[in-house]
């Protein structure tokens, strides 16, 4: 389904939430909004691009039998992944072997399915499946329990243009304390959009029509914060020009990251393995506004 950009159309009837989401997930998070009858504002502040070619040299047998587990924390990593192991003459992990696991979050972890698995092992049936019971890297870490010294093939963004916020290096460092040897690949490129990015939440606050804005991640914010300088605003001004302001943060990491860059979240989800949780918050949110009403 479409997302709805800054230049569309948007009735006045219904809330209107903005989102910075990028791309590969912006359409996902535009439905749901829909669907609980708001309008959403798609203002993307990233961009984002895979790097499949930097997983090659990973990918032959001799070098992928020397890791037990490959460890995703987003959905574009594994994209990435799948895409570098569809140029292989043969599945890397196809002869007998160790058991080899493949880690993801919540609904990323629905990617991993049988096309991938016969991607990566053939049918030597030496894949398992890991998806923690919440959906954080660390949740992730605990997981997979003590390393004794493996390897684990992390795949990983590189941040172009902004700083890299500290949620992969501490995934890493939390690695290395349970005794495994994290080697990091950068899988995709997280850019900045560019100075306008925020043009279409400027509309918004200018108009004073904006009811809620949700980040699904801190790098996301940062985006916004950058462009907001380039028209001459602060995030204070976005509030002071819509007082009723809801801030939706998706999952408690991302509420962390969003906050260190000095921006209040009014609300967690806190179901963050998909987007229906930051959803169901703000419905319950706007709810209880209206009550008061």
């Not at 860059?261 to 229906?276: A, C």
Request: charged share 20%.
């Amino acid at each position: 389904m479409p997302v709805t950009t800054a230049t569309s159309t948007i009735p006045n009837h219904n809330p209107i939430v903005a989102f910075t989401t990028p791309p590969n997930y912006a359409a996902r998070l535009s439905l749901l909004l829909t669907l609980n009858s708001y309008n959403p504002l798609w203002s993307p502040t990233l961009i984002i691009q895979p790097t499949p070619s930097n997983l090659t040299p990973y990918l032959s047998p001799h070098s992928l039998h020397s890791f037990s587990a490959i460890a995703f924390t987003s959905r574009t990593a594994i994209q990435s992944f799948s895409d570098a192991a569809s140029d292989l003459p043969q599945p890397p992990l196809s002869d007998a072997g160790p058991t080899f696991t493949l880690a993801a979050l919540g609904k990323d972890s629905e990617l991993l399915d049988k096309d991938f698995i016969y991607k990566l092992s053939g049918n030597s049936g030496r894949v398992r499946i890991l998806v923690p019971p919440i959906a954080t890297p660390s949740s992730l870490v605990s997981s997979l329990g003590i390393g004794d010294g493996r390897k684990v093939l992390c795949p990983v963004p590189r941040v172009v243009g902004l700083d890299e916020p500290p949620v992969v290096p501490n995934f890493l460092n939390e690695l290395w304390a349970m005794d495994w040897a994290p080697v990091r690949v950068n899988a995709y490129e997280t850019r900045w959009a560019g100075a306008r990015c925020a043009e279409g939440i400027v509309k918004g606050i200018e108009e004073g029509e904006l009811d809620a804005v949700v980040f699904t991640s801190s790098a996301e914010v940062e985006g916004l914060l950058k462009s907001l300088k380039e028209f001459g605003l602060v995030f204070e001004d976005v509030r002071r020009r819509c007082p009723r302001l809801i801030v939706a943060a998706h999952g408690p990491v991302t509420a962390a990251g969003v906050e260190r860059l000095g921006v209040k979240v009014d609300v967690v989800s806190s179901r963050f393995d998909s987007f229906e949780g930051v959803v169901d918050v703000l419905n319950e949110t706007l709810e209880r506004f209206k009550l008061l009403d």
